[in-house]
C-alpha cells in the first residue's frame, strides 16, 4: 500500500523559512518523479515544485522560483522542499503527489507543467502559515 506523508508546515513570519519532508512507504520514491502542490482557501490545487526520477532534474511555478528547493534523500525515501523567503501569498495546504508518468513533471517552453491529474498517489497535507 502507497502512502505519502508530509511534515513540517507551521506558522512562520514573512521572510521567514520552512522546510517541508514528503516521507513514503510502500514505493520507492527515487523511481517517480514526485511534485509539491499547494492549496490556499478558495483556490484550485496548484503545483509549486517537482523533481524527476533518477537524474533529479527540478522544476519550479514561477511564483516560487528562487525561494524553493525541492531534493530527494534515497535513504530516507524522501522528498523535501525547502521554503525560504516566505510571503503571506505562500500560505497553503501543501501536499506531495507521486507522477504517473516522468513527462508529468517538467516545463514546457518555459512554463511550469505537474497537471495535479497526472498525479496518482497524495499525502494528507501538512498546513504552512505565513503571518506577522
Known amino acids: 500500500q502507497v502512502q505519502l506523508v508530509e511534515s513540517g508546515g507551521g506558522l512562520v513570519q514573512p521572510g521567514g523559512s520552512l522546510k517541508l519532508s514528503c516521507a513514503a512507504s510502500?514505493?520507492?520514491?527515487?523511481?517517480?518523479?514526485i511534485g509539491w502542490f499547494r492549496q490556499a482557501p478558495g483556490k484550485e490545487r496548484e503545483g509549486v515544485s517537482c523533481?524527476?526520477?533518477?537524474?533529479?532534474?527540478?522544476y519550479y511555478a514561477d511564483s516560487v522560483k528562487g525561494r524553493f528547493t525541492i531534493f530527494r534523500d534515497n535513504d530516507k525515501n524522501t522528498v523535501y522542499l525547502q521554503m525560504n523567503s516566505l510571503k503571506p501569498e505562500d500560505t497553503a495546504v501543501y501536499y506531495c503527489?507521486?507522477?504517473?508518468?516522468?513527462?508529468?513533471?517538467?516545463?514546457?517552453?518555459?512554463?511550469?507543467?505537474?497537471?495535479?491529474?497526472?498525479?496518482?498517489?497524495w499525502g494528507q497535507g501538512t498546513q504552512v502559515t505565513v503571518s506577522s
Open positions: 503527489a507521486r507522477a504517473v508518468v516522468a513527462i508529468s513533471c517538467s516545463d514546457v517552453r518555459g512554463i511550469y507543467y505537474s497537471p495535479t491529474h497526472e498525479y496518482d498517489y
Open positions: 510502500g514505493v520507492t520514491l527515487d523511481y517517480y518523479a
Open positions: 523533481i524527476r526520477s533518477s537524474a533529479g532534474y527540478a
